[in-house]
């Protein structure tokens, strides 16, 4: 490509055309016009015939000089001239990209790629080669290395398949693969994530960049970035959370999502920063039941593994019931039977007190019984249930438990009358708790020497009461059972929660034991779990949780405490489904300062792309124009136009030609909306970012070469189409991509979207994003469309059989909800006229010239993207014949109904 101050051409060769110039003036010149036609009667052949000398007729000096004007504007539209707003690559080496994909980076990826991938086509314009480096260690633990030089070409799908990752950088790694570069006056572009390194590797980075070439640096203000770093305090009131951002800045709101395991909304928090501060500390204030939902809070529109905090069992307040024999009289004592047991569980939990049937109901995680010896059926019928469901029963001795040792829900049968340790009737002393064993749930707990128990119920000796046994006194005899009931527990603890037959309730192991225990009830990872923990589920470089990662190995109680993360221990959560720990980022010193300087005479500027003109269209409109004033000059010329014809046809046609563009937009319209008429196509909306809209066309071109391969229908070339100005009409299904900066719908684009749905249409809005953002950009997006509620797709659902079983639906990403429109009765015949996800279709979808997928599948590589093709066959079946396959279940009947 050639190029001149902002303008360039495409086919720069055409432009020798412009030397035949004079030859054509020359060829011009000699050419006579065509011979006048007179008609006269044959009688005036016979007079006066004498045949008159004739000078060579010259075509006007003004006519050949509009007839190379028209030759010109020819040669230069097939030169195919651009503008470029911005200015040629500095330097004149190859273009180096380094680009910091590590979690920070992940916020404003989008943007920052579709910077780079412009670079990149302006390298290729300008012939150059181009080298690739990103800073972060890659999902196979390989540090950092330079890829290329390479041509433009290569360097774009290399920077296409690249992701953030759910670690930090390394820049200390990418300045060694820099090393001995061999580049000298190179355009380096680094797509900076803002974020300072401790030991000031970025400062070194920058200044080896720096001597490179010419240094650009792209990067977003850091004020508009936010992390999840510090945990959040759960107390009794409110889950508070600490927001950070890396740098001072104007006051802003952030958003925060708090969501359950299942991906559903549980609550929704805005962070308030001030003016100039960098902290904010928002509280989500809801019941302890639906604050013990949360699994995930994140930063809506960060979508980084930063601004994602797993919440685990540590993080989350219990709700216990208690439930005391007769404490009458004794309420706020030292001798009162609950008075320990709410100092000691109160801090961590939700405390409730009422009747047995009463907290069962309410749901508990644990129910705590304080000396009852007879339980009524119902009462034991619906602590049965409880327990069998994952309840956990803790209960203690006491004086009518001792009388009334005959009951089913404990652990150990018992005898009657208990034991009692010291005192004037017995020679036995009080004694002490023995050491805990490595198999019990409290081994590790160091045991007090002055805590003694004075009085026990004792346990009926069995073979199974060694390993139901959790405590033990030092003469061996038990003093904290338990017994696996269902998916609950049954926990007895031989001694009283007060200090009537001990002092265990005064010291602080009787706090510690009780968390233990608590720590054992349903949906809580059991404490300070021993040994190594297996990935179960971690997340990648957006903050979306999905599968292990393929290097993901088991973590140690190290990586916990000193937060390891690398490509061998991602964030997630380790364990498995029953018992899980969460790893976060935000729970080590994590580094979150925003760089202070960057390198002397390196241009900052932002994620921006350029705007290209093409003035190809229009210089041939305006020859074509001047070609149609030529002809009617010539047939003036000639005679053929008669009066003031000549001047009136060429105003008309002056006129015409000047509005060749949009006649001939019109005209194309025309002859598209025939061709829709004539073949199915499908149709996505036009989102105004070259990389979505490009990925949005492959994505259809492959799912419509899965369809003709696999179905009977024969789906044409997919369409672009805005909302505001296109007929929807034609199309079955539209694709809907929504980037980060989506704004509303306009009124009129509002009303045809309506239209669409009301008559029959479907449209897929895909956020893209893996469900990192919750609906917030849909939200804004679709703000006004007449649809009922949205609900996740039921199993039941048409979609899930159309054309393949079906019970999960991912794209490029696999984590995200596939969400409903609710169907109501007849409207539509029950069919859903919005489908919403944000698994990224289109991606998994896209091929390339030669059929080859364009983007990578996560974590499910090729059998994900299987499945993402057949939810597209799935979708345009269901686009096209609606309910058909629900239908099917009346065959039955109908047959029957008509007697065959």
């Known amino acids: 490509m050639m190029g001149l101050a902002g303008f360039s051409f495409a086919v720069p060769w055409a432009l020798l055309g412009l030397l035949a110039l004079p030859v054509l003036w020359w060829l011009l010149r000699l050419m006579p016009p065509a011979p006048k036609r007179q008609i006269f009667p044959a009688i005036r052949l016979l007079f006066g015939l004498r045949p008159p000398e004739e000078t060579p007729y010259r075509t006007p000096w003004w006519l050949l000089l509009l007839r190379l004007v028209i030759a010109s504007l020819v040669i230069l539209a097939l030169a195919h001239p651009l503008e470029d707003a911005r200015q040629p690559l500095p330097g004149g080496g190859p273009l180096l990209l380094v680009v910091d994909n590590g979690w920070a980076a992940a916020a404003h990826w989008n943007e920052r790629q579709a910077t780079l991938t412009d670079r990149l086509r302006q390298a290729e314009r300008e012939g150059r080669m181009a080298a690739l480096l990103a800073t972060a260690p890659g999902a196979d633990g390989a540090k950092p290395q330079i890829q290329g030089p390479m041509p433009a070409a290569e360097a774009r799908q290399a920077l296409g398949r690249l992701e953030p990752q759910p670690w930090p950088t390394d820049r200390k790694a990418a300045l060694a693969a820099l090393g001995a570069a061999p580049f000298s006056e190179a355009a380096v572009y680094w797509a900076s994530d803002g974020i300072a390194d401790p030991d000031g590797a970025d400062q070194r980075l920058g200044e080896r960049l720096a001597q490179l070439g010419s240094l650009t640096v792209i990067a977003a203000p850091p004020s508009e970035r936010a992390l999840l770093q510090r945990p959040p305090e759960n107390d009794s009131e409110a889950m508070t959370l600490h927001i950070l951002r890396p740098a001072a800045g104007p006051g802003r709101p952030f958003e925060i999502l708090a969501t359950d395991r299942q991906g559903q909304l549980v609550a929704r928090q805005t962070a308030n920063f001030k003016d100039g501060d960098t902290q904010a500390d928002p509280a989500i204030k809801l019941p302890v039941e639906l604050r013990n939902r949360i699994a995930t809070l994140t930063v809506a529109n960060e979508a980084s593994a930063g601004a994602t905090f797993l919440v685990d069992a540590q993080w989350r307040r219990r709700p216990v019931g208690l439930v005391a024999g007769a404490d009458t009289g004794r309420e706020e004592t030292l001798l009162s039977e609950l008075y320990y047991l709410r100092r000691a569980l109160g801090p961590g939990t939700e405390l409730r007190e009422g009747t047995i049937q009463s907290l069962v109901q309410g749901g508990l995680s644990m129910l705590v019984m304080v000396d009852i010896g007879t339980l009524t059926a119902e009462e034991t019928a619906a602590l049965k249930g409880w327990v069998d469901k994952g309840g956990l029963l803790l209960r203690f001795a006491g004086p009518r438990l001792a009388e009334n040792a005959e009951d089913s829900l404990l652990p150990v049968h018992l005898r009657s009358g208990g034991r009692t340790l010291g005192g004037a009737l017995t020679w036995e002393q009080p004694a002490q708790i023995a050491p805990f064993a490595p198999t019990s749930p409290f081994a590790g707990l160091p045991v007090p020497d002055d805590v003694r128990i004075f009085r026990q119920v004792l346990a009926e000796p069995e073979l199974s009461l060694g390993e139901k046994t959790w405590a033990r006194l030092t003469d061996g005899t038990p003093l904290v059972t338990a017994e696996r009931s269902g998916r609950g527990w049954l926990v007895l603890v031989h001694t009283t929660a007060n200090a ?347 091929v390339d010239e030669s059929g080859q997928p364009l983007y990578a599948t996560v974590p499910g590589g090729q059998r994900q993207r299987e499945f993402a093709y057949r939810f597209g066959v799935n979708l345009v079946m269901y686009a096209l014949t609606g309910n058909y396959k629900s239908d099917q279940v009346h065959v039955p009947a109908i047959l029957e109904r008509l007697g065959q």
């Open 500 to 846: 009537d037959w001990s002092n265990l309730a005064l010291s602080g192991l009787f706090v510690e034991m009780l968390q233990k225990i608590l720590a054992l009830s349903e949906g809580v990872a059991g404490g300070e779990a021993e040994g190594a923990l297996p990935p179960y589920r971690t997340l990648d470089g957006f903050g979306r949780l999905g599968a292990p990662a393929a290097l993901a190995t088991a973590a140690g109680p190290e990586v916990f405490d000193k937060g390891l993360i690398g490509p061998d221990h991602p964030p997630g959560f380790y364990g498995n489904e029953a018992t899980q720990r969460a790893l976060n980022l935000g729970t080590n010193a994590l580094g979150w300062q925003a760089i202070q300087s960057w390198p002397s005479g390196a241009t900052i500027e932002g994620a921006t792309v350029s705007v290209t003109r093409d003035f190809k269209p229009w210089l041939l409109a305006a020859a074509l124009a001047l070609f149609f004033v030529d002809l009617m000059i010539s047939l003036a010329l000639r005679g053929l136009l008669p009066g003031r014809a000549p001047v009136a046809g060429a105003l008309l046609l002056l006129a015409l030609a000047g509005g060749f563009a949009s006649a001939a937009q019109a005209k194309d319209d025309d002859d598209s909306a025939l061709n829709d008429t004539r073949q199915t196509r499908l149709a996505y909306v036009r989102s105004g970012d070259d990389e979505i809209d490009k990925a949005s066309q492959a994505g259809l071109m492959g799912l419509a070469l899965v369809l003709r391969q696999r179905t009977a229908i024969d789906v044409g070339e997919p369409v672009a189409v805005d909302p505001a100005q296109d007929e929807l009409a034609f199309f079955p299904l539209i694709y809907w991509p929504i980037s980060n900066n989506g704004i509303a719908m306009s009124d009129q684009a509002l009303r045809r979207v309506n239209d669409y749905l009301k008559n029959g249409g479907l449209i897929l809005f895909d956020t893209r994003d893996g469900g990192a953002s919750g609906f917030a950009s849909f939200n804004r997006v679709a703000r006004g469309i007449d649809i009922t509620r949205l609900i996740q797709v039921p199993q039941d659902h048409v979609l899930t059989k159309a054309f393949y079983l079906l019970q999960q639906f991912p794209g490029r990403w696999a984590s995200g909800t596939v969400w409903v429109e609710e169907g109501q009765g007849r409207a539509n015949d029950g069919v859903s006229s919005v489908v919403v996800g944000s698994n990224d279709w289109a991606a998994a979808w896209a």
